[in-house]
Every structure is written in C-alpha cells, then in structure tokens.
C-alpha cells in the first residue's frame, strides 16, 4: 500500500498574484488537492466515508513557506499519513520544486464525524487499514493559539455557495483568506506568509455572517498576527490563527534554511 503520494502542479497564470507569485490560498489548494488523491487511492476519501455517513475534517494545520513558485514553475506535492490515534489522524506534506529543493512543508491533523451527531468517531472504526509513514515534515508540534482579545482591525464577510466544499460547510481555505483581508494593506503590498497557524473550532455554514478579527503582536523585522474568525449571529469562534509574514524578497529567491526562520 502506498505510503508517502506524490502530485505534479504547473503553477497557472489564473493562481497568482499581481507579480506571478503563487497565492497562499493556491498553496493551500494543491496540498488540499495532493491528500485527497492520496486519500481516494487508499480507499478513504471523504467520497468514501459519506457512504457511511461518516466525513473527514479538518483541525488544526500549520505550514512554513521557504520560497513562494512563480507562474510556469513544476513543483510536487509529496504527502503520507504520519501518525494516528484514538481520534486524530496527521498528515505531513512537502513541496518542491523541478530540483527537488523544498518550498514549503505542513503538518495537519484530522478527525473522522458522523455527520448526525456531528460527533468524532475513531479513526480505526472507520478505516480498516490505515498506513503511516512516521516521518514528521514541520519543525515542531502545532503551537497553541491564544484568543485575539483586543482586535485592531475586522471585516464582515457573507458564506458564499462558492465557499462550501463536499461536506456543505466552509472549505477549510476560506478561513486563512478571511483573515488575511484584515492585514493592512502596506504589509500586503511587501510581505508574504511564511507561517499559517490555523486550529478550526466550528463549523460555518452557507448564508452565515462572519466576523475576521486581526491583531499585530511583532513588528517590524517580523510581522505576526493573530487571527480570530466568528459567527457574528451567536458570536461562537470558528478558527483561531496565527500568520508570520517576512519580506517578498526572502520568500521569492531561493530556498531558505532552517536556522533563517527561527
């Protein structure tokens, strides 16, 4: 059985920005895109859990990014399941590029729900033979996200249909785009994300009002923020981030060291 899945992407012109740099959301995308061809060749894509009313979600991600590709650029996506227990099951991933260089590495954790109790149930309950190839990709273990208290910036945004995924509530991207909406724009207009820190609370739905919230903690050689989306109806908190943005210029060049991003 197959444990570490390799995808190829060619970075289009339509999944970047205003200067051919791939979007964060796009990255997001491919590894999206990279565990779900993973998850249908082992037999326990979400396509395969519903029928047993049974669905796959997502709880925590954290992704470094060392150099953002550019439109044309051939980059892999190699993925495997690292680890699982009672109701969490981690998956890593590297990208690369043509050269084998890597670009970014993430680490995420997953439960499996019945979709009426909305209740986790255990993993080995659900999937009969589960692979793991214990390696771990990201430096370090998820890190705990405190609670954006004092917010200094927030917008409103409206569920859209075009926000859902097979599981009719909110693809887990949507959530790091809200929250990037609320950087100001001059940090936009010169920084990237190397770090996205994301651990999801609940559920949004279609039609749903939510609320981004932002706050800088570190400036100005690194911008952190931290990031709270909400349900503006009862005020129930979705999604706390982190996001650590470095300079355009360090994340577009070449391929960045360990000992740089600590």
């Known amino acids: 059985m ?8 060619r970075v289009r012109s ?6 051919r740099r791939v ?26 859990l519903l029928q047993k009313n ?19 650029e051939e980059i892999r996506v190699r993925t495997w399941r690292s680890a699982v227990d009672s109701f969490h099951a981690l998956r890593d991933f590297e990208v690369v590029d043509e ?3 890597t670009l970014a590495v993430a680490s995420s954790s997953w439960l499996i729900i019945n979709l009426d109790s909305r209740r986790p149930v255990r993993i ?7 692979p793991v190839h214990p390696y771990r990709s990201f ?5 705990m996200l405190p609670k954006c208290d004092a917010s200094e910036r927030e917008l409103v945004f409206r569920v859209r249909m075009a926000d859902l995924d097979q599981n009719r509530h909110v693809n887990h991207v949507v959530y790091p785009e809200w929250a990037f909406e609320t950087i100001p724009e001059a940090v936009l207009n010169s920084r990237l994300p190397a770090e996205i820190h994301i651990a999801y609370r609940a559920e949004a739905v279609y039609g749903s009002k939510i609320i981004s919230r932002s706050a800088v903690t570190d400036l100005p050689d690194t911008a952190t923020y931290l ?16 996001t650590v943005w470095h300079p355009v210029d360090s994340l577009c060049a070449g391929q960045i060291n360990w000992d740089e991003t600590e």
């Not at 197959?2 to 992407?9: L, R």
């Not at 430096?139 to 890190?143: A, T």
């Not at 989306?229 to 981030?241: M, N, Q, T």
């Open 2 to 9: 197959e444990t570490v899945f390799t995808a190829s992407y």
């Open 14 to 19: 339509y999944e970047t920005d205003f200067l």
């Open 23 to 48: 979007k964060p959301a796009t990255l997001l995308n491919y590894l999206q895109d990279a565990a779900s061809s993973h998850a249908a060749v082992l037999g326990f894509s979400v396509a395969d």
């Open 99 to 101: 050269y084998d260089r």
């Open 54 to 72: 049974l669905t796959w979600v997502l709880s925590r991600y954290q992704v470094r990014v060392y150099r953002y590709p550019f439109e044309g």
């Open 227 to 242: 990031h709270q989306i909400i349900d503006e109806s009862d005020g129930k908190e979705l999604a706390r981030l982190k």
């Open 124 to 130: 080995k309950t659900a999937v009969d033979d589960f």
């Open 139 to 143: 430096p370090g273990d998820f890190c």
